[in-house]
């Protein structure tokens, strides 16, 4: 008996001592974020920028690798490794060759660079070791490694997904050489077959449009793409013709004539404004035709490049399975195009497609690659990323508590009545924030950090932009649906659990338009109710569905099957909770000072709901000049 318990007590020691965990970091260029694995699984993530409530934050991600290793219950020096998602030298040397090839008239952005990268980057192992040192003092720089930019990102895709075998397609502007790679996954590996290299890159394509159309790049690329229903693309083979050589099997070439990312300090040259006969539009310049049709037009470019890019390698490689990564990878249309085609069976793609997910492909990469661990059984659940709900939550003790502080009025509900009050409140018209559980890793606001309304409501759209979110009127909003009931509504039956698929709505919901709809100035089109659920449906009939699942978010799943039994209706708005040029609330008090200081009516944390109309009005804030505009 004392012998079986001291192999017993031996067994736990070696368990223990054995237990691996890896922490993964991006920051330095934008989304810098932090991940925690322990023996594959992923325990954490979360960018710092929720945080620090800067959005876009790229500073080290101090306060999100803190929050990994509390909610990972471990220590720095219980890590075994730190893993850093690129290889700075790469990119040093990337600069250097870039400046070199189009000398002189790099000097200027080379000259603009230079100080940045000697301070910083050119030492960036020692100063991570020195911010890791912050956090403990005796972290071991031994356990510090790098990986690669595109292997993060293929690693982030792959390795998460339910798929033992998979072509995996990353697309970004630039790691430190690749634009986009191929990879093959299978069980526990992952090998790079292909890549195009800087400064031939869809993604910085797509960021010179952003640039021209008056966004900001690496942050606006989503609006030119919501911009996009409301133009032709008339322009889609000038742009064949002159900016991009695209090939059938997907590969492709840009005009450097046209572009200034390699030598200047902007995106784009004079000889590309000459090109479409118009200066580049400024920020927040009145939207014209124009910048509508140019939208239209590289989204119709960018996904030709993505369809003939994976049919391609469908055909190639005969695997049935795609998982994708990379900013590019946030196209939700061309991703629903390439669904639709079912040259792939399968599509998965990292929610976090960003570079935030870098932090913990890097994590994973090092793990399999690296340390020769196995794959994790297949997870029952659709994947591996465990809704993408890998950030902190806040318990009703602590909610409780804030709320108070910040002298809010509110009522404690138990679950069930929380639910069909909730329920009833967005059936009555009411916009709501909308808390629980454990925050969103990634871009997107799922059912834990969101503001709800009801979908069927025709000015909805119109309120939530510019008296909630205040942002441009154009802007569509995503429907989340119940996955039992998503292919009664969408022209979709698969999961989509991370809104990154777009899909039309069914014909029997959509509403047939005026003849007079074709006179109608873009933007003005926005007004016409086109469907059942008007608030969700953008100008093309199009969504970017979210099904919601039980066994990911059980309360935000009661929710929408509450408002169903009241109202037949099984689909709600649900858009990130914060306003434009603020990241995602994170907190209890974050997101009190979003409801105070927008138009929201109601705000649900927890089993705390809070109405306005209770709320001292001493406490209102203004949110509309709070934030810079992103």
């Known amino acids: 008996m004392q012998k079986d318990l001291l192999s017993l007590l031996s067994f736990t020691r070696f368990f223990k001592r054995n237990c691996m965990r890896i922490l993964g970091i991006s920051s330095f260029y934008h989304d810098s974020a932090a991940a925690l694995i322990k023996d594959g699984e992923i325990i954490a993530a979360a960018q710092e920028e929720r945080f620090t409530r800067i959005k876009h934050d790229a500073k080290f991600p101090i306060n999100a690798i803190r929050y990994c290793l509390a909610e990972g219950a471990t220590s720095l020096k219980e890590v075994d490794y730190v893993v850093f998602y690129e290889k700075p030298f790469l990119k040093f040397e990337r600069l250097l060759e870039t400046y070199l090839a189009f000398a002189p008239q790099g000097f200027l952005s080379f000259q603009k660079a230079m100080p940045t990268w000697l301070k910083e980057k050119l030492f960036q192992k020692s100063m991570l070791e020195a911010s890791l040192k912050d956090i403990d003092k005796d972290f071991d720089a031994t356990k510090l490694l790098f990986s690669e930019h595109h292997l993060s990102h293929a690693a ?45 890159s869809l993604g910085l394509l797509y960021s010179a449009f952003t640039y021209y159309a008056g966004f900001k790049v690496n942050s606006g690329e989503y609006k030119l793409m919501g911009l996009a229903p409301y133009g032709t693309p008339k322009y889609a083979d000038l742009i064949f013709k002159n900016i991009l050589d695209l090939k059938q099997d997907g590969s492709f070439r840009l005009n450097q004539k046209y572009f200034n990312y390699c030598s200047g300090l902007t995106m784009i040259t004079k000889k590309f404004e000459q090109l479409f006969q118009k200066a580049a539009r400024k920020p927040e310049e009145t939207l014209e035709q124009f ?49 639709k085609r079912g040259k792939f069976k399968n599509i998965w793609i990292q929610p976090a497609a960003g570079d935030a997910g870098g932090a913990l492909g890097a994590a994973l990469a090092v793990y399999h690659l690296h340390a020769k661990q196995p794959r994790r059984p297949a997870p029952k659940a659709i994947d591996a990323m465990k809704g993408s709900y890998l950030g902190p939550c806040f318990s009703q003790t602590d909610v409780e508590s804030s709320l108070r502080t910040l002298g809010a009025k509110f009522h404690v509900l138990e679950q069930a009545s929380l639910i069909e009050e909730t329920a009833r409140a967005l059936a009555q018209g009411k916009a709501l924030g909308w808390m629980q559980g454990r925050m969103e890793f990634g871009p997107r606001s799922l059912g834990g950090r969101s503001i709800l309304a009801d979908a069927r409501s025709t000015t909805m759209q119109k309120v939530l932009n510019l008296k909630v979110k205040y942002r441009e009127s154009f802007r569509p909003f995503a429907p989340s649906v119940l996955r039992e009931d998503c292919a009664q509504w969408f022209d979709l039956d698969c999961d989509s659990p991370y809104m990154l ?36 449906t953008h100008i093309d009939y199009s969504a970017r569905v979210q099904t919601v699942h039980a066994d990911t978010n059980p309360r935000y799943h009661a929710l929408l099957k509450a408002f169903k039994e009241q109202t037949g209706c099984p689909v709600l708005v649900n858009t990130s909770f914060n306003v434009r040029g603020e990241p995602i609330v994170c907190s209890p008090e974050d997101a009190f000072r979003c409801f105070m200081g927008t138009e929201l009516d109601a705000l649900v944390i927890e089993n705390c709901f809070l109405l306005k109309e209770e709320q001292d009005p001493s406490l209102k804030l203004d949110y509309k000049n709070s934030f810079t505009l992103d």
């Open 291 to 339: 910048h509508m049709d140019i939208a239209a037009s590289i989204q119709q470019v960018t996904e030709e490049v993505m369809v003939r890019m994976t049919d391609h390698l469908a055909e190639e490689t005969q695997i049935p399975n795609l998982c994708l990564a990379g900013g590019v990878a946030l196209n939700c249309v061309a991703n629903g195009k390439i669904l």
């Open 156 to 200: 982030s895709a792959y390795y998460p997904s339910p798929y033992n075998q998979a072509v995996i397609l990353t697309m970004d502007g630039v790691g430190e050489w690749a634009t986009t790679s191929v990879a093959i996954g299978n069980k526990e590996d992952i090998k790079v077959s292909q890549e195009i290299h800087f400064p031939h």
């Open 501 to 536: 698929l777009v899909a039309d709505v069914l014909a029997k919901h959509k509403k047939e338009m005026p003849r007079e709809e074709n006179t109608l100035f873009g933007i003005d089109k926005l007004n016409l109710v086109r469907s059942s659920i008007p608030a969700v």
